[in-house]
Each structure stands twice: as C-alpha cells, then as structure tokens.
C-alpha cells in the first residue's frame, strides 16, 4: 500500500483536469486494495471490503463537493483517504488473527487550524482528547492514522511531509510515552541517501538538536517538527527497519556534548532560485522582505536557502505544487524585478570537509555558495 499517496495524488491530478477521466483512476485504486484484501481475508462477505470501498467512494464525493476549493484543501480531503484505508485494513487482520486492538480515527482527536496541508496543532486541546481516548483500561493496543487532523469545521487537515513521525511524537508527548519506536525501510539514520550514495554510514546515536538541523535542511527521514515534542520530556527515539527489526537502528535522545560527527549530505531536486530587487533599485527592506515571505507562505513554498544584499534579496525553494511558477512570479512582479532559475539542485553537506566539498562540486556551475561553521551549502545549475 505504500504508492497509495502517489495513486490518490494522481487521482487528484486527473480531477482537475477537464477532459480527464479520475473515476476510473479511483476504480482501479480501489480494486487494487480489494486484491489485497483477497491476499489477507478467506471470507470475502468480511466488512472490510465495504468499508474499504465506502472510504473509495468518499474520494469522488470530496471531489464532486469541494473540487472547484483551494487546491490545499482538497489535497487534504483526497490524500487523507489513504491514512484511513491502510489502518482499517491493518486493524481488521490483527483483529482476525486474535489480536484485539481498538481502531481509532484521529481526526476525532488531533484538532489544528485550517491551514491545509501544512496545519498546525492545537495542543493542549489535543491532549486531553488522547489523553481520554487512548487509555489502556479500554485497550492494550490501538491502530490509529498518521499525518492528519481536522479543523473546527470539521474538514480533515494534514501535518505536512512525513506528518505521521510528528503524530507518533505528540502521542508519545502526550501520554508520557517510555519511548518512540518510527519504522521504516532502512535500519536507521544514515549520513547520506542510501538511494544516491554507496560509501555511508549509519550513525548509532544522535542528539536532538542534530536531527533537528538536519531535517531543517531537508533530511526525509523525519519530519522536521517530530524531535521538540520528544525533547521536552526526553523520550528516546529510535529508527529501526521493519524489514531487518531486530536491529539496533538509530537512538536519538539528548546527549552529554556534541560528538564529533560524520559529515551528512542532503540533496533538494526540483529547486528554483529566486533574485528579486526593487524596480526603483532601493534597498530591500524588512518591510518587503515581510511581503516577499507572506506570498511565498501563500504558495505553501518551503524555503531552504536565502541571500540578501542591499538591493536584492535571493532564495532557494521547492518547486511549489498545485500552483505553478508563472502564478507566483506573477505576484512577485507586481512590486519587484524577477529572474528565477529552475531545475536545480541544492546540496548541504553537514560538519563538512574541503574534500568533500571538492568531490561533490566538482566540475558543477555552482550559483550560491554559503559556509557557517559546521554546514555548506550550494546552489548548482
């Protein structure tokens, strides 16, 4: 079930194009779960095939409803479908294998605002509805969703990339969790993409304001607001593979001093660089730096990289979706000179060495260069 995210985006897609044909998109989505469902259950009368197909079913109706909406609001009324099928699916086989578990819809439980796609939750409103709901004189184990949440309306929000790390981390914050255990497909942390590098490592420990920065600067492992509900009250993390899950994998927790670090490579593709000055050449100020930033919020445009010089100001930022490039640069251009280039790449290496640096930059343009003390980045054509 993992490319259902990439299906239900598709699906997404296909409705907003006006000659396409997204119900049939949905169809094959739907039976492509119920062929697993075939694989997990011997009675095809079991109501997971029509929970299964009803939740289907929401997808087009969200679609008829609220297609025409912002594109994050629907986003988050399509994509969140996948988070609930996957944990109905997993609740009714452990439950049908005799291990009693209690399905839990956290939508019900983790309320935020209405920012769609990148919400942010209320806390302490969300705790007391844990707190309540996930009480082990009712049940030893509960399934519940990652990643999503509702508003005060009532219409499903989404945490942001990787949102289901930052989820387990409000519920272990909330109920005073011993530790965190995030499964994923690799056997923990490592200082560079596994899929890009052959020469890594995996780090066996590592400090919470170390993972903070590195998933500031884009490391996909998890997400970046997972570690602060977990360093207020020192929950231990751990990042362990499902596929080899007696592996020690990765503790995160709080260290005694900052060790001496491997160096981490992170890569961003599908960046845009941005240089944008007065049309009058006045000096950028905070006020149009405040503007610059409230528009690129608007465009849910995460920035990575940023430059500013007396008379122009330039950054690097993901490739926006759901809105294209000309949008925002139109927007831009109302009060500033625009150039952008896209298509990019924009590489951090983390406790860096002029080696690496070398290795990695060599015989590449490179547009923007930046060094503090532990971290280099740049920006390359």
């Known amino acids: 079930m993992g490319k259902t995210t990439n299906g239900l985006e598709a699906i997404l897609e296909e409705s907003r194009n006006q000659n396409g044909n997204y119900l049939e998109l949905i169809e094959n989505l739907r039976k492509e779960h119920l062929a697993i469902l075939d694989q997990l259950f011997d009675d095809a009368d079991h109501e997971i095939y029509s929970v299964v197909s009803e939740l289907f079913a929401t997808v087009n109706n969200a679609i008829i409803k609220h297609g025409a909406k912002d594109y994050n609001f629907i986003y988050d009324q399509v994509i969140s479908i996948g988070e609930l099928v996957s944990t109905c699916i997993v609740s009714s086989w452990l439950n049908r294998n005799g291990i009693e578990n209690q399905w839990v819809d956290i939508r019900n ?9 990148e919400a942010e939750v209320d806390l302490n409103r969300s705790k007391k509805n844990c707190y ?5 004189d009712l049940s030893k184990i509960f399934i519940t969703q990652g990643f999503i949440g ?5 219409f499903t929000t989404t945490l942001g990339r990787e ?3 930052y989820t387990a981390a409000l519920l272990a914050n909330f109920l ?3 530790n965190i255990t995030l499964w994923k497909d690799v056997d923990g942390i490592y200082n560079a993409d ?5 020469k890594i490592e995996k780090i066996n420990d590592l400090d919470y304001e170390e993972v903070i920065e590195l998933t500031y600067y884009g490391a996909k492992v998890i997400h970046p607001k997972t570690i602060k509900p977990l360093y207020d009250k020192k929950i231990p993390l751990y990042v362990k593979s499902f596929n080899s899950p007696d592996q020690a994998g ?5 260290m005694e001093s900052r060790m001496l670090m491997l160096p981490f490579i992170i890569i961003l593709d599908e960046q845009i660089l941005f240089s944008v000055s007065k049309k009058d050449l006045s000096f950028v100020s905070e006020i149009d730096l405040r503007y610059l930033f409230e528009q690129l919020h608007l465009y849910r445009v995460n920035v990575n990289l940023m430059q500013h010089s007396a008379i122009s100001f330039s950054f690097c930022v993901d490739t926006p979706k759901g809105k294209s490039i000309n949008e925002l640069v139109s927007k831009l251009d109302e009060g500033f000179n625009v150039l952008y280039n896209n298509n990019l790449q924009l590489i951090t290496i983390r406790n860096y060495t002029h080696q690496l640096i070398e290795e990695l930059t060599v015989n590449k343009t490179i547009l923007v ?7 280099a980045q740049f920006i390359i054509a």
Request: glycine fraction near 4%; proline fraction near 2%.
């Open 132 to 136: 309540k709901t996930f009480n082990k």
């Open 150 to 154: 509702s508003d005060d309306s009532g």
């Open 163 to 165: 949102g289901s790390d």
């Open 109 to 117: 439980l983790l309320k935020t605002d209405s920012t769609y796609r």
């Open 369 to 375: 260069e930046q060094r503090s003390r532990h971290t």
């Open 176 to 178: 005073n969790a011993e």
């Open 250 to 254: 990765t503790r995160v927790s709080k």
């Open 194 to 198: 596994p899929a890009r590098f052959s």
